[in-house]
């Protein structure tokens, strides 16, 4: 038996290829059986079932899932059963809820899962177009509490979390899944990947920062709207807003190259970027780490060996009645060879940086990767900062040693909600805990810890470790792309605080089933949207008032000649109130558009650029079978053409329209068919397949039945077929009369 990245599992006969003739070196033969997994199954590992007489075997998919086969090839084989999914590959975010037990996280295999972590169970699986690179849970502050997500081509997405049993409750449909992601919200900031999402304490402004060098900010609300960038001197590594102990408002930004960043908080009411969104303007200071751990080294170097020239003085005195004046000569030659230094050493390029924090205003800590590290390093920003970023050489004041950290740096640090416990994540993927002293910004409480190694030493490290909001749980995930969940309390003990056996998820926003569909960003080349989603409309606009200005003079006289089409003029001009030549004429009654060749709309069903776009978010949300062409009858002057019009059968998405229609204007209290066919979009692409297979079904009928009463038909029965019509010439007319 052979299984491969196909996903496919096929049996051989091994006596046939016992006998085979092996003198040609190639043998050729069909396989007994063969069992197709899935299309986009990459097998890597098949388990037999331990019970005897079972043909039950369990396989690993390296794209994600554990698959459960019957592989005794009998006529009641059943189909291959996909037991549980996971991420396939390392984990690129992690991120916790703020108020329940839920835990998000994504992975280069471009999906995002949420897990209830207090049930022990998924609760539900997205997919996007590119792989998710960082992950951010919205504070409890911010209204509509959701998350969001950083991808690799720079686009930030919004989504909500939300318990779909309600709205499936109003349709009298079911729901499988516990919970459901919603887009509200797709924007790209950013060129590059993003690497750091952060929210400042207040919730009020959002940082996002990237491989590309940049630092972009948003105004958070309803909708999340541009502040303004700044460039940085190397990718964005990590950013850290300070904590609301800081009398100041500022961002940390932690660069892999070893450049640290400090801006103040911009506030969005003094920004109006007219043509560009840079922040040239914004209060900034700049650290740039250069190492010191080659000068520790020989320090300690220096103290050992004057330790080492203590203790053999002490023992030259103890045995000095035995030795020659000779022999103290040789000592003497010998000491000073040992007090031979190597040189300080600086790498280069410089070490990574993997992370810091905040210890008090304009101080924090550094943990550094590659040769600095081992050490957690206290810097500050100096006072002068009139020199340039990338020539700066800026020392740390203070370190701390690390216990047997010089090859197993510090990738991840987190606290507890009380800070007093400071959890590392370590590159060989285990995990530190050091109980700290309340109020110790300097870390000289830093000496005893826990450490717990499970995930991979050589793959495994741990880049995100999280506790949840009430400090019971803690969370780690690797490169291993392995999960864990810890308790920190026995489960008797667990079971005793927690009032609850699942993870609370908040019910749909208000109005969700008549909210149009978000447009997502798709295409990975796509410009970033900051500038193209608020500039070129300022500057579209611009223009048109311009181009108006020039021909209003113009329209105001055709106007006064033609006073019939001043309603139309009304229409045209109606975005330039401010120019004196806007003509004032009311726009004409609706009763009189019969008298226009084409469909005329009154300014006011134009009230915003959004509205005039739902109709191609309507036709973007509908199934492909909705938007078939639906022939229109036509008159026929010819007897060939002569024919009773035949009505072309339902498909299954207009028999579910039929059959819900109703039912969803009774419960949106609208009948704008606009806005019902949207949720009936959405319902019909979240129907269960057997649900929507009793439609598939139904339309098959209708379409038998119709066959059976029209036979012979097709589509080209209702259309005529044109002839070429025959021109003649007008008359002649006679001459005027004077």
Not at 130 to 146: D, M
Request: overall charge negative.
């Amino acid at each position: 038996m052979t299984f491969g990245s196909d996903g496919v599992i096929r049996g051989w006969d091994i006596e046939k290829i016992n006998m085979a003739d092996t003198h040609s070196g190639r043998l050729e033969m069909e396989p007994i059986n063969e069992l197709v997994v899935g299309h986009n199954v990459c097998l890597s590992s098949v388990v037999r079932s331990p019970l005897p007489n079972f043909f039950i075997w369990f396989a690993q998919d390296s794209n994600g899932a554990i698959w459960k086969l019957d592989l005794s090839f009998t006529n009641t084989t059943p189909d291959p059963e996909c037991l549980f999914t996971f991420h396939a590959g390392s984990i690129h975010g992690l991120d916790v809820c703020k108020t329940s037990h839920l835990m998000a996280t994504t992975a280069p295999d471009r999906s995002v899962k949420v897990f209830d972590f207090l049930a022990k169970k998924q609760l539900t699986t997205s997919c996007f177009n590119q792989s998710g690179t960082t992950i951010s849970w919205a504070p409890p502050w911010v209204k509509a509490s959701s998350g969001l997500l950083g991808f690799d081509d720079g686009v930030v997405r919004l989504l909500e979390l939300y318990r779909p049993q309600s709205l499936y409750a109003v349709s009298r449909s079911s729901c499988e899944e516990d919970g459901k992601l919603r887009l509200k919200q797709a924007f790209k900031p950013h060129s590059e990947s993003v690497t750091a999402l952060a929210y400042e304490r207040n919730g009020e402004i959002l940082a996002t920062g990237s491989a590309d060098g940049t630092v972009f900010f948003f105004s958070v609300g309803e909708k999340y709207l541009p502040i303004g960038f700044i460039h940085v001197p190397s990718p964005v590594q990590a950013l850290e807003w300070s904590p609301a102990s800081h009398s100041n408002n500022r961002l940390l930004i932690l660069c892999w190259s070893g450049h640290v960043v400090e801006v103040n908080c911009p506030n969005p009411k003094d920004q109006e970027p007219l043509k560009t969104f840079l922040l040239p303007e914004l209060h900034r200071r700049s650290f740039r780490f250069q190492s010191i751990k080659s000068r520790i080294k020989r320090q300690e170097d220096i103290l050992r060996l004057q330790a080492l020239k203590e203790e053999k003085k002490k023992k030259a005195k103890e045995l000095l009645t035995l030795l020659d004046a000779k022999q103290e000569e040789d000592e003497e030659e010998e000491e000073e060879k040992e007090e031979e230094l190597p040189p300080i050493y600086i790498p280069d390029p410089p070490s990574p940086l993997y992370c810091g924090f905040y210890s008090e205003p304009d101080h924090f800590w550094l943990s550094m990767g590659g040769f600095d590290s081992g050490y957690l390093y206290h810097c500050k920003f100096s006072e002068n900062q009139d020199e340039e970023p990338e020539k700066r050489k800026d020392e740390p004041f203070h370190f701390l040693p690390i216990h047997t950290a010089d090859n197993d740096p510090i990738c991840s640090i987190t606290f507890s909600s009380s800070r007093e416990l400071l959890l590392c994540g370590m590159h060989s993927g285990s995990i530190r805990v050091y109980p700290l002293q309340p109020g110790d910004l300097s870390l000289t409480s830093m000496q005893s810890y826990w450490v717990l190694s499970l995930h991979d030493n050589q793959n495994g490290q741990l880049h995100h470790i999280r506790c949840s909001h009430d400090d019971l749980f803690v969370l780690t995930a690797g490169d291993d792309g392995n999960i864990f969940s810890f308790t920190r309390r026995p489960p008797e003990e667990l079971q005793s605080s927690l009032r609850r056996k699942a993870a609370m998820i908040s019910s749909p926003s208000v109005g969700l089933e008549s909210k149009s569909l978000v447009l997502d960003i798709k295409d990975p080349a796509a410009y970033r949207t900051p500038l193209s989603m608020v500039m070129e409309p300022l500057v579209k606009e611009e223009e048109e008032e311009e181009e108006l200005k020039h021909l209003l003079p113009e329209i105001t006289d055709i106007v006064q000649v033609y006073p019939e089409v001043a309603g139309l003029v009304h229409w045209a001009t109606y975005p330039v109130t401010s120019s004196t030549h806007v003509c004032r004429c009311p726009p004409p009654p609706l009763t009189d558009l019969k008298f226009y060749s084409s469909p005329f709309f009154p300014p006011e069903c134009f009230p915003s650029f959004e509205e005039r776009d739902e109709l191609d978010e309507l036709l973007a949300i509908m199934p492909p079978e909705a938007l078939e062409p639906v022939p229109v009858p036509k008159k026929r002057k010819h007897e060939k053409d002569k024919g009773t019009y035949v009505k072309k059968p339902p498909n299954a998405f207009m028999l579910f329209l039929k059959s819900e229609r109703k039912t969803v204007q009774e419960e949106l209290g609208i009948k704008n068919s606009a806005a019902v066919n949207r949720v009936l979009s959405e319902r019909w692409k979240s129907l269960a397949e057997d649900k929507r297979q009793i439609f598939q079904a139904e339309a098959q009928v209708e379409a038998h039945i119709h066959a059976l009463n029209n036979p012979g038909w097709s589509n080209k029965v209702n259309y005529g077929t044109k002839s070429k019509k025959a021109r003649t010439k007008a008359p002649r007319l006679p001459p005027p009369s004077y």
